[in-house]
């Protein structure tokens, strides 16, 4: 077995798990209830399925112009995935769409509750007035 | 190897499928700001699997690209959706 027909296997193997995953994401975001799970399907599985697709053409294509382009894409990704998240879990508990009957424990409300602020940002009027 | 960009390509288009499905139906905007990010991955994986079958580097600028309107858009409209847009509809 020559060396390119063994990354050209391995490529196609690749490509083929992303694609799965993908496909597994797609029917966690049909499935799940609420926005903080479908959030978690959204991220996890579409960016590992989005590497593994990304890996199968770098080995496709086999230059090193395309390879640390797809590098820098995942890159990018890797780090822009979390903030979009964090941004609409932050947008969904102040909207109060979580479902706080899944959750299995709720520190951000714990903590605000402690501190005596309440979730959409505004200060509560000071005791004693 | 042109069977693996094939198929998959159709598991892509299933998944982008479901993410509409999402996108329709979704009870808040912000499942449907979910949804559209699924669907750009979704879009960049099958731009990926196409320059993979064809072994052409052209589409790969487009990636890029992709990827990084996918997170400005997302953001924005993140910021933008301020508090109860979709509740106050009654929805």
Redo the contacts between chains.
């Keep these: 077995m020559s060396w390119p027909t063994v990354l ?1 296997v391995v ?2 193997i690749l ?2 798990l ?3 995953m ?2 597994a ?3 966690g ?2 499935r799940f209830p609420d ?1 903080l799970s ?2 978690h399907v ?1 991220t996890k599985p ?2 590992f ?2 590497i593994l ?2 890996a ?2 770098a080995l ?2 086999r ?1 090193w ?2 390879f640390t ?2 590098v ?2 995942t890159a ?2 890797f780090f ?2 979390p ?2 998240a964090h ?2 879990g932050r ?2 508990y ?4 979580v479902r706080t009957d899944l959750l299995v424990t709720d520190e951000l409300s714990d903590a605000l509750e402690r501190s005596g602020d309440n979730p ?1 940002g505004t200060q509560p009027p000071p005791p004693g007035q | ?1 042109t069977i ?2 094939v ?3 159709v ?2 288009a ?3 499928a ?2 509409l ?2 996108l329709f139906r979704g ?2 905007n ?2 449907r ?3 559209l ?2 669907m750009l ?2 879009l ?2 099958g731009i ?2 196409d ?2 079958g064809r ?1 052409t ?1 052209t589409s ?2 487009l ?2 690209v992709l ?2 309107v996918s ?1 400005i858009g ?2 924005a409209i ?2 933008f ?1 301020s ?2 847009s979709d ?1 106050e509809e009654g929805r």
């Design positions: 050209d490529s196609g490509l083929l992303g694609a799965l993908c496909l994401g797609a029917i975001l049909l926005p479908r959030l959204a579409q960016t399925g989005l697709v990304l199968g053409l496709t294509l230059s112009a395309s382009t797809l820098f894409l990018t990704q822009t995935a903030v979009a941004l609409v947008s969904a102040r909207m109060g769409s959409d | 190897m693996v960009p198929a998959g390509l598991a892509l299933i998944a982008a479901l993410a499905i999402r009870p808040t912000l499942d700001i979910i949804a990010d699924v991955v979704i960049i994986s990926a699997m320059a993979a072994r580097t790969l600028p990636l890029l990827g990084l997170f997302g953001v993140t910021r959706m508090h109860d509740r």
